[in-house]
């Protein structure tokens, strides 16, 4: 056998094992995807911000037919906080259905994002620290749905992406049967972020 046959088995090997070892991570991917799903994205656009709940009512989302769709309205509701806390309770009462929306939340909220209101800009695309968490235009919101969102009937944790943080942001909801509409349980979103370049002393 020649050196160049000795090369070309040599090279036929190689390329083998290396197709096996692919073939096998394939498989492997697949079988660990089996029933748990990808991470799935809805995003929404807004023209504008709804300043008030029947402004807010009026968004085809208010339907709130899809999880999805509650969660967007819940940032959009919490993005009316800094100008007019008593319209974002209005709006949060709304999209909390049946549940009270009760004096414990307003603290929740008071406690969360006074002089911190950046944190609801953070959420919808464009908003970094770099430029102190200044939105694009038109409004965008992505919501995120992991393998493990809706595992429990009728109730579904969904998340939303920060500027401000290496991890999404959870928000809890709950689906009437009857009525088919999701909504609003638990708002798990508000934890600390990023300072806004404004406010951060070591920008």
């Known amino acids: 056998m020649s050196i160049f046959d000795s090369l070309k088995n040599a090279a036929l090997s190689s390329l083998k094992r290396e197709s ?10 697949a079988v ?7 991470n799935h994205i809805e995003k929404f656009t807004f023209a504008a ?24 309205l819940t940032i959009l509701a919490l993005s009316r906080y800094e100008e007019d806390p008593e ?4 709006m949060l009462s709304f999209l909390k ?6 004096t414990s939340v307003k603290n929740f909220l008071k406690d969360r994002l006074t002089g911190k209101e950046y944190k ?21 919101i992505s919501v995120i749905e992991n393998p493990y969102s809706f595992d429990n009937e009728n109730w579904a944790t969904l998340y939303v992406s ?12 709950r689906k009437k049967p009857s009525t088919g509409e999701w909504f609003l349980n638990d708002i798990q979103c508000l934890g600390d972020i990023r300072l806004p370049k404004s406010l951060d002393k070591w920008a």
């Open 20 to 29: 096996k070892k692919a073939v096998s991570k394939a498989v492997n991917t």
């Open 32 to 38: 660990q995807n089996i029933g748990k799903g990808r």
């Open 49 to 72: 911000l709804p300043t008030n709940v029947e402004e807010l009512k009026a968004l085809p989302e208010a339907k709130m037919d899809t999880a999805f769709k509650t969660t967007a």
């Open 87 to 90: 319209a974002t309770f209005a």
């Open 97 to 102: 259905g049946p549940e009270e929306f009760n």
């Open 120 to 140: 609801v800009r953070s959420f919808f695309e464009g908003a970094t620290p770099e430029n102190d968490y200044t939105p694009n235009k038109p409004y965008v």
């Open 162 to 173: 920060s500027g401000g943080a290496d991890n999404p942001r959870n928000i809890k909801l």
